[in-house]
């Protein structure tokens, strides 16, 4: 069976800069009946793993280290590990230094740009887009016509960039540059929201520079 992708919301908070706020966020699974991989993994490592089932977990895989994409990350690594095999979470090591105020001496394996994952015969390309946080990353599936942008790209524009760790134009190089250069039908699966592709969002660009989110 060829990979599919499978959807999950949990609900809970995002922490950072001395500010909370209660946050929906997006769980995606790839994968078959066989073996999967986690893009990100927020708030109830019990349902994520409830997803998984008995399929192998082949790596739990990060967009970015913020707390409410990673915070069950290493509880959901061990709870579907075993003796024999340790499943990874996968980091771009820009991000450590973020990771490390949630999951401090928690290691992780690096993701670096280039990198092609492959979950049930379909290729998963890393590509790092920073902006929201230094070594946040989005996974593309040209197979799958899909890129999961994290929260780099929303429908609508790109992610927050008022906190630490964030920069602005750094964000617009990565969708401009990385991002928009993905066919127009590319469908995007973010972090939170609802999805968009490629096509609607490249004609905004300007607009968005122009506001200065």
């Known amino acids: 069976m060829s990979a599919h ?3 999950l919301v949990t609900s809970g908070t995002f ?3 001395g500010q909370s706020f209660e946050v929906d966020n ?3 699974l790839v994968g078959d009946d066989s073996e999967v991989v986690v893009l990100d993994a927020p708030h109830d490592a019990e349902a994520i793993a409830a997803a998984v089932g008995d399929r192998l977990l ?3 895989a990060c967009t970015h280290a913020h707390d409410d994409h990673v915070r069950e990350a290493p509880a959901l690594a061990q709870r579907c590990s075993t003796a024999e095999r340790r499943v990874p979470v996968l980091l771009h090591p820009a991000d450590r230094e973020v990771w490390e105020l949630t999951n401090p001496g928690v290691p992780t394996t690096d993701l670096a740009h280039g990198q092609v994952l ?3 015969g379909t290729d998963l390309h890393v590509l790092h887009t920073p902006g929201h946080t230094p070594g946040a990353v989005s996974f593309y599936a040209p197979e799958l016509a899909t890129v999961f942008t994290g929260d780099t790209l929303f429908k609508g524009g790109p992610g927050a960039t008022g906190r630490s760790f964030s920069s602005f134009p ?7 540059d990385v991002l928009l250069q993905l066919p127009a039908d ?3 699966h973010t972090g939170h929201g609802e999805d968009t592709t490629i096509g609607d969002e490249a004609p905004h660009l ?3 520079i122009a506001r200065g989110h």
Do not use: C, G, K
């Not at 750094?170 to 401009?176: A, E, K, P, Y």
């Open 26 to 28: 997006n769980v995606w």
């Open 186 to 188: 590319t469908r995007v």
């Open 58 to 60: 082949l790596a739990v």
């Open 170 to 176: 750094t964000i617009v190089d990565s969708i401009r």
């Open 5 to 7: 992708i499978e959807h």
């Open 206 to 208: 300007a607009e968005w």
């Open 118 to 120: 492959t979950v049930a």
């Open 15 to 17: 922490t950072l800069d």
